[in-house]
């Protein structure tokens, strides 16, 4: 178990530090920071002033050491606009768009997983094609616009839940479900197809055989081996309702970091916007490394690959 964490973690720290390098040079590859700083008025004595200000002027290089540097302090910079710490800015918002993500996340879960279990027991039936239609539908159905039926349902008509705001537990309940809803088809459908596979196997025979229970052969022996890629996805999932936030965030008005990037980036504010595309790939990553463990402790023929 000791050398698949030591690999699994040798690749997180390559992929970390190509995240880096990509984040860095495609932001100063984009076009001259200096100039979107100043402004479109700016004279070219107040450009130079600027970049040499901002250490612009230096070859790229020794800006991406310089800036890995001030990284490894936990030193993100100044925002341009809000005029205070990315640090601080990053740290007031993040708790909102990881609230909001892990209620999404548990809203997929709880939607997708007894789903897919219930086709895969009942294949070729109505509640199989059902379920696989309303799967096709989620997918295809925009969140912004689920988000705006959303609203115009529960807050305007019906008046049971707030439309926007974060100050208390129900303004997360309707971005949640229209951020989560979203990922919950292709979660129903790899949990359907894992278990399909695994209630043709050979130990789910064998199990049936010794008399056991069909809800003990079902939960116990099917679904724990039918989650394994789920989990993977699941993670991946929650990477993507992180970085996917600004939309709803923006429907909704929860200051969040999605909302916050997309404030930095229609103000040219570039190390807030530097810092939550390092942040939100920090995490997708880690959340990639988490799940990957956790498999090789559900399956261990994983540990040995």
């Not at 600027?50 to 993100?76: F, I, M, N, S």
């Not at 278990?195 to 022996?221: C, N």
């Amino acid at each position: 178990m000791s050398a698949y964490l030591l690999r699994r973690l040798g690749i997180a720290l390559a992929v970390a530090f190509t995240v880096s390098l990509i984040s860095f040079f495609l932001l100063h590859l984009s076009g001259d920071l200096a100039t979107a700083i100043a402004g479109p008025e700016a004279t070219a004595e107040q450009i130079e002033v600027v970049r040499h200000q901002h250490g612009l002027d230096k070859p790229l290089a020794t800006q991406y050491v310089e800036w890995v540097g001030q990284l490894l302090r936990l030193d993100l910079g100044q925002s341009f606009f809000f005029q205070e710490s990315v640090r601080d800015l990053i740290a007031s918002r993040l708790p909102i768009t990881l609230t909001l993500g892990a209620i999404a996340l548990l809203v997929a879960l709880l939607i997708a997983i007894p789903l897919g279990v219930l086709a895969a027991v009942k294949r070729d039936t109505w509640i199989d094609r059902l379920a696989l239609t309303l799967a096709t539908f989620g997918q295809a159905m925009p969140s912004f616009w689920f988000a705006l039926v959303l609203i115009v349902v529960f807050a305007v008509t019906l008046k049971w839940l707030p439309v926007s705001g974060n100050t208390s537990w129900q303004h997360f309940i309707l971005p949640a479900i229209a951020l989560g809803y979203y990922a919950t088809p292709s979660l129903m459908r790899l949990t359907r197809a894992g278990m399909l596979d695994v209630l043709g196997a050979d130990y789910i025979r064998t199990a049936r055989a010794k008399g056991l229970s069909p809800a003990r052969v079902l939960f116990k022996h099917a679904l724990r081996n039918a989650l394994i890629p789920v989990v993977a996805l699941a993670a991946v999932e929650f990477g993507f309702m992180l970085g996917g936030s600004v939309v709803i965030e923006a429907v909704f008005s929860l200051q969040g970091i999605g909302q916050l990037a997309w404030d930095a980036i229609a103000r040219n504010d570039f190390p807030v916007v530097q810092a939550i595309v390092l942040l939100i790939a920090l995490i997708y990553i880690v959340l990639t490394l988490l799940a990957d463990l956790l498999n090789a402790l559900l399956d261990p023929r994983i540990r040995v690959r």
